[in-house]
């Protein structure tokens, strides 16, 4: 699914404008959109409450003509402005005997609105949508407020936001402190990026983006997309059953540490539970003992000294595929002056990618080093997947400036590096030198623990080795590595899951999007373990109910009712009677 920016909803809606539609046109369908949610909301609306808080742009024009269907349709409608407003809209509103308020009308305490607020079942939230430009303050901030109290009562009403909750910054994702979470965000045309990162996850509730007549064709040219499901579905690697292990590729994982042996054990099974043919680890050779052990399946390449190590490992690579470099190496300085040294040395030629992670880019910080540029026009393919920190190291920003600009900072220095950008995080964004940038659907405190990382790292190597393009190893690397998180919550809970409970889910999310058979359950139902959720192996509907983590993943890509019960779908208007009601008002 296509997101956009607000400067390119802004381009979007003004391109539809100049061939031959118009912007009431645009609000029309947006407050229609609005309205018939509020609808599916309510169940019926004959005599419901419902409050209309309007700003004074366009998105409070849209839940004006919301308010009007409401009103049409049975509902009780109050409107309450910010500011008092004079156009068609308003007019439009008052003559249609719908009550409309402002804080201008003799409510200097907001008395009459904290009633208003109070009594509604729903409120509509269409104060500022994608206008969040500066701190809420003055009147603003009080009506946020006593929005906040009345969804704090015991039965407090629902609250539907109109294309942004009011406060949430459209590009970044960052909210106002004031800024009040709904039920459900009705975002219109494409969805805005903010909904999906930052705070902007925990706070959009259910998004519903809806078509609000924007011709397909301005939008062929968006580089920016949610990666759900379907997508990382269409990114699986074929496994042809006469395949040999080295039609999968093979992966030199150079990792581990006195400090930090476990990124090596991590990184390397995370390789080959990505489908990777075989996987070497050059590690330092008094680990090898310890992590052998844990690893049958790896072959080591034994590192006496950080010297000797660099030129062990330029002998070794001809013999590869894809190089992972740098989890758990630690930063000594010998350390770091081989990783460098490597970066430089024309024996990576021959590869067909290399991956940076962890103290690989550590080292590299503060060095004269440019990225992918270093390996030139037919060198290998460069991925680097810093986390908010190391890439406040690599740019020489702080992490909080990081944060504030993750979407923009992951485009600039894929372009500057000539590098796949992995930014970790909450709802990891991957963004490639040409543009092309891809927002993960999931965030998950499970993954916010240590070692989740080299995980991840190691199923973009072994990806890459099956000869996925960069950018598509690392989509589904992080589509498989954040559903492998969901998973390890569901059996072991949030907050006691280990990087190790990911790894051990790994297989099982691609076993899933795969749709391979399930493994039968003790009591023999061959069913599986419905928590686990492949239900039938298959899927229904393309993203659906198989495999699916019912509640966090789709009942489908199945479309039930016009537009898929959802993340970014909505049970569209006019759909069957799935849930004994007559279809929503035209």
């Excluded at 808080?53 to 003509?65: A, H, I, Q, R, S």
């Excluded at 706070?203 to 949610?226: H, R």
């Excluded at 049958?296 to 992972?324: F, M, Q, R, S």
């Excluded at 810093?386 to 979407?407: K, S």
Aim: glycine share 16%; charged share 15%; proline share 6%.
């Amino acid at each position: 699914m296509k997101l956009v920016t607000a400067a390119q909803m802004r381009a979007l809606e003004d391109a539809t404008v100049a061939a031959g539609g118009s912007k009431d046109e645009l609000m029309a369908a947006a407050g229609l959109a609005v309205a018939q949610e509020v609808w599916m909301q309510l169940g019926q609306l004959e005599g419901r409450r419902i409050a209309v808080l309007v700003g004074p742009g366009n998105n409070g024009g849209d839940g004006l003509v919301a308010a009007r269907h409401l009103a049409e349709w049975g509902a009780q409608v109050r409107c309450y402005a910010l500011q008092p407003r004079h156009d068609a809209q308003w007019t439009q509103t008052v003559e249609a005997e719908v009550p409309c308020g402002s804080t201008a009308d003799d409510d200097e305490d907001l008395e009459a609105l904290a009633a208003l607020l109070n009594s509604a079942e729903l409120i509509v939230d269409a104060l500022l949508g994608t206008g969040t430009s500066r701190p809420i303050e003055g009147p603003l901030a009080r009506i946020l407020e006593l929005l906040a109290a009345a969804r704090a009562q015991r039965a407090g009403p629902r609250l539907v936001a109109v294309d942004l909750p009011s406060g949430l910054d459209p590009d970044s994702g960052i909210a106002d402190p004031l800024t009040v979470a709904p039920d459900e965000t009705v975002t219109f045309g494409y969805p805005k990026v903010g909904l999906y990162t930052q705070q902007g996850t925990g706070l959009a509730g259910d998004v519903q983006a809806v078509d609000i007549g924007i011709p397909k064709e301005l939008a062929t040219d968006l580089t920016l997309e949610l990666v759900e499901r379907r997508d990382a579905k269409g990114l699986l690697p074929e496994r042809p059953a006469h395949a040999h292990k080295g039609s999968f590729g093979k992966v030199l994982v150079v990792a581990g540490s006195a400090t930090y042996p476990g990124a090596a054990i991590l990184a390397s099974l995370a390789a080959y539970r990505t489908g990777a043919g075989l996987v070497t680890l050059a590690t330092p050779a008094a680990l090898i003992p310890a992590v052998a052990s844990a690893m049958p399946e790896v072959t080591y390449l034994p590192l006496d000294d950080a010297d000797a190590g660099l030129a062990a490992i330029e002998a070794a690579l001809p013999k590869y595929d894809t190089l992972l470099l740098g989890p758990g190496l630690g930063q000594a300085q010998p350390t770091v002056a081989m990783v460098r040294s490597l970066m430089g040395s024309a024996a990576l030629q021959g590869l067909r990618a290399v991956v940076v992670d962890a103290d690989g880019l550590n080292a590299l910080s503060g060095s004269d080093w440019s990225g992918g540029a270093v390996f030139g026009s037919d060198g290998p393919d460069l991925i680097v997947t810093p986390h908010p920190g190391e890439m406040a190291h690599l740019t020489g920003r702080d992490i909080a400036a990081v944060q504030a600009e993750r979407l923009k900072l992951a485009q600039e220095s894929a372009t500057a590096w000539k590098a796949t950008v992995v930014l970790k995080g909450p709802n990891t964004v991957v963004a490639a030198p040409d543009g092309t940038t891809r927002v993960s659907a999931i965030a998950h405190a499970a993954l916010a623990t240590a070692g989740t990382g080299d995980v991840l790292a190691g199923a973009i190597a072994g990806l890459l080795a099956q000869g996925l393009p960069p950018t598509d190893a690392a989509t589904l690397a992080v589509y498989l590595h954040g559903n492998a998180g969901e998973r390890a919550a569901r059996s072991v809970g949030s907050a006691g899951t280990t990087a190790s409970d990911v790894l051990n889910e790994l297989a099982l999310a691609g076993r899933s999007l795969a749709g391979e058979e399930p493994v039968e359950s003790k009591g023999g139902s061959g069913l599986g373990a419905f928590g686990g959720a492949e239900m039938g192996g298959g899927g229904m509907g393309g993203g659906g109910m198989g495999g699916a983590e019912m509640g966090g993943g789709a009942m489908g890509g199945a479309e039930m009712g016009g537009g898929g019960m959802g993340p970014g779908g909505g049970m569209g208007p006019g759909g069957p009677d799935m849930l004994g009601m007559p279809p929503p008002p035209q």
